[in-house]
C-alpha cells in the first residue's frame, strides 16, 4: 500500500470527527437533553470504526500478505 492510499482515510477520519463535535457542540446550546449529545458522539465513533478502520485494517493486512508472499524463501 503506497502513501497516497492512506490520505483519503486520513481526510474520512477529519469529516466524520468534525461533523460529529459540531453537531455536539450545536446540540450544547440546549442542555436539557444530553442523551442526544451523547448519541451523536456514539454514532461519529461508531461510523469511525466502520467507515475508516475496518477498510484501513483490511488494506493493511493485505499489504502484509503482499510482503510476505513478495520475500523469497531462504
Known amino acids: 500500500m503506497k502513501k497516497q ?3 483519503p482515510y ?3 477520519s477529519a469529516v466524520i470527527w ?3 463535535i459540531i453537531g455536539a457542540s450545536l446540540k450544547m446550546g440546549d ?3 444530553k442523551t442526544q449529545v ?5 454514532t461519529g465513533a461508531g461510523l469511525h ?3 475508516i478502520w475496518g477498510p484501513l485494517a483490511a488494506a493493511l493486512k493485505k499489504l502484509r500478505k503482499q510482503q510476505d508472499d ?3 524463501e531462504s
Do not use: F, K
Open 5 to 7: 492510499i492512506l490520505g
Open 10 to 12: 486520513i481526510i474520512g
Open 18 to 20: 468534525g461533523v460529529t
Open 31 to 33: 442542555v436539557a437533553d
Open 38 to 42: 451523547l448519541s451523536l458522539l456514539s
Open 49 to 51: 470504526l466502520i467507515l
Open 70 to 72: 513478495a520475500v523469497p
